[in-house]
């Protein structure tokens, strides 16, 4: 298996754009996590899946941020509009949802919004 | 809220020393788990430990549990200039299955 792929790796925009991050989990996993990650807050948990269902975005920080897991092979995380502070790291992170099992990571995508 | 706090925030020491991280948590858990994350790439998991053990190794990887305290360590053996990175640890906040991060422990090691 190729890993937890993140697309894309970086992404440049402007204040008010819309941005859409995208996940692919490994197969077989059905817990699907998303951070975010600065130096100000450390590795903020946003939101997280089980079998495709939202079980808990109380991390999602604001309504215009908003993440979705129409299918196991794939999660999006879409901020509506962009604004500057959302610059960070995110990661999403994938894993077999029993307890005591781990949690395998993307290489993140680094969004920057000027 | 972050669930784990790692002490120190940052750690520096000497090729071939030995390296400790600590952790602290809040609420009870089931398990505890330990990553690392090189500059600019994603975690990597090193090991967890479950609630009802009280030390674990793996390699030059040593990690103590606490769970009376709340709180973890994880020792390094014999430090590499490989192992700087930040060094995170992670619970599953009560057996939530919801994974929960502390802010990481920055650890150089000086050739």
């Known amino acids: 298996d190729a890993g937890v792929i993140q697309s894309p790796r970086h992404e440049v925009t402007e204040m008010g754009q819309e941005v859409t991050l995208r996940c692919k989990p490994i197969?077989?996993?059905?817990?699907l996590f998303w951070y975010r990650q600065t130096m100000m807050r450390g590795l903020e948990l946003l939101i997280y899946f089980n079998n495709n269902v939202p079980i808990d975005d109380s991390g999602m920080p604001e309504d215009r941020f908003s993440a979705k897991m129409p299918n196991a092979s794939f999660s999006t995380l879409k901020i509506q509009p962009s604004e500057p502070r959302d610059s960070a790291v995110y990661f999403c992170?994938?894993?077999?949802?029993?307890?005591?099992?781990?949690?395998?990571f993307g290489q993140g995508t680094r969004l920057t919004v000027v | 809220s972050q669930q784990g706090e790692e002490d120190p925030q940052a750690l520096s020491i000497q090729e071939g020393e030995n390296a400790t991280m600590n952790c602290s948590y809040k609420?009870?858990?089931?398990?505890l788990q330990w990553y690392r994350q090189n500059s600019g790439r994603g975690l990597v998991h090193l090991i967890l430990?479950?609630?009802?053990?009280r030390e674990k190794h793996s390699g030059r990887l040593r990690v103590t549990l606490d769970t009376s305290k709340k709180s973890s360590s994880l020792l390094i053996t014999a430090s590499r200039a490989a192992d700087t990175a930040s060094y995170f640890c992670a619970t599953d906040a009560g057996g939530a299955q919801k994974l929960v991060f502390g802010q990481g422990t920055r650890l150089t090691i000086n050739p």
């Open positions: 992170a994938s894993s077999l949802s029993r307890t005591g099992t781990e949690a395998f």
């Open positions: 197969s077989g996993h059905n817990s």
């Open positions: 430990i479950r609630s009802n053990e």
């Open positions: 609420t009870s858990i089931n398990n």
